[in-house]
């Protein structure tokens, strides 16, 4: 049986890759009708570990599981959790291929990397990776802003709170779907 968050997020996945009419260049992932993003290698990431508290929300909908995501020079790691800790997914990505467990995911997980790169990878290292898409980028109380764009017409603002990565949190909206996702980071536990 699937979990209720795979209908979410299949939904925002299937949006960014569109109906194609342009080949898709190789080690680039479909966004948008014509865009593409070609993948940085982790190397070209920031390291991050740590687990978040994502809510998908789409018509007024929401549903939450955690988040855990590892960014290494040599590799992306992102296990997503219910909130009682079953194992929806899992994804690996090393630079070539991305790998998903399970394996029949609907979760498009090369798709999932895209957005994780264009909410965390510096700006001047994601724009030559962008084929027939434009990204923005700016400041508005406090948030750093990304706005994606193909033919004018945006595909997913991106807002990350100031400080250090670990501790910031990401919302991405995708207008065209109604959809958003937060990931709030959640306090490292303590032990007495």
Do not use: W
């Not at 898709?24 to 009708?33: A, S, V």
């Not at 955690?66 to 959790?81: A, C, F, K, P």
């Amino acid at each position: 049986m699937r979990h209720p968050i795979y209908l979410p997020l299949s939904a925002l996945l299937l949006l960014l890759a569109g109906c194609a009419s342009v080949p898709l260049e190789p080690g680039c992932e479909r966004f948008g009708r014509d865009g593409q993003v070609c993948l940085l290698p982790p190397s070209a990431l920031p390291a991050l570990d740590g687990s978040r508290l994502v809510t998908v929300t789409r018509d007024g909908q929401a549903q939450s599981f955690m988040g855990l995501l590892h960014i290494d020079d040599r590799n992306l790691r992102l296990v997503g959790l219910s909130l009682l800790g079953t194992g929806i997914f899992s994804l690996v990505y090393d630079g070539h291929d991305v790998t998903a467990q399970p394996a029949d995911s609907e979760l498009h997980p090369e798709r999932l990397v895209v957005m994780l790169e264009l909410a965390v990878a510096d700006p001047g290292a994601l724009q030559p990776r962008l084929r027939g898409l434009e990204l923005k980028t700016g400041e508005k109380d406090g948030l750093e802003a990304r706005d994606v764009y193909e033919h004018g017409e945006l595909l997913a603002h991106i807002e990350r709170s100031q400080g250090p990565l670990t501790d910031a949190t990401l919302s991405i909206s995708v207008p065209p779907l109604k959809l958003s996702v937060l990931m709030k980071p959640m306090p490292a536990s303590t032990s007495p």
